[in-house]
């Protein structure tokens, strides 16, 4: 699928507020990808639909979790549906068979342990793009720009200390994606 189609579905699909959201992905992935030499066409691609799924009927966004084996995800937040489910209906129904911006996609809310870079650039830019405002974000947009693998470590981090403010329940995935980019660091063996 060719970008600017994509983000025609996109303007139609999402409110003004994500849409903008979406641009600003797009538009810091991009700059990213650059940064970190990573085939810019297929970073813009997963960063313009990542979103796609966001403002799906909740039953309808578990029935398709349930479908891709998924059923683990139902007892967590109902925000963590949109980016498997994404994944699964920018297949379906957009026709994109790229296995890396499936992949990319489905990550993007959790991150996942080794994940590639053109994940670890959807997952930083989602929560660094021009749009976002929370104390923390300089400093991680700063990160991103020196050390990629550090800015996703600082992201989760920001969100795991998020959610326990809130105390909401942390899916643990979102941990075991920390502690496997903490051991990789250490052990210098990473991406
Ligand atoms: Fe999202
Ligand atoms: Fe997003």
């Known amino acids: 699928m060719r970008l600017e189609e994509a983000k025609r579905i996109i303007e139609e699909t999402l409110p003004t507020k994500r849409y903008i ?3 600003g992905v797009v538009e810091t992935a991009v700059q990213l990808a650059r940064r970190y030499g990573v085939q810019e066409d297929k970073v813009a691609l997963a960063a313009m639909l990542h979103d796609y799924a966001k403002y799906r009927n909740v039953s309808e966004m578990q029935t398709i979790a349930v479908e891709l084996g998924l059923n683990h995800l139902l007892a967590y937040e109902d925000e ?3 980016a498997p489910v994404g994944a699964e209906l920018v297949k379906r129904e957009l026709g994109v068979e790229d296995v890396e911006v499936y992949q990319a996609i489905a990550n993007h809310t959790t991150g996942a342990p080794g994940m590639p870079l053109l994940d670890q650039i959807i997952f930083v830019a989602d929560a660094i793009e021009p749009n976002r405002r929370y104390p923390g974000v300089d400093q991680l947009r700063q990160i991103a720009q020196e050390d990629l693998t550090q800015a996703v470590i600082a992201t989760l981090g920001q969100t ?3 959610l326990c403010k809130k105390q909401t329940v942390i899916f643990p995935l979102t ?3 920390y502690n ?3 051991t990789e660091k250490r052990k210098g063996t990473v991406l």
Do not use: K, S, V
């Open 175 to 177: 941990i075991e994606t």
């Open 180 to 182: 496997a980019f903490i």
């Open 80 to 82: 963590l549906l949109h």
């Open 21 to 23: 959201h979406t641009l």
């Open 160 to 162: 795991i200390t998020f």
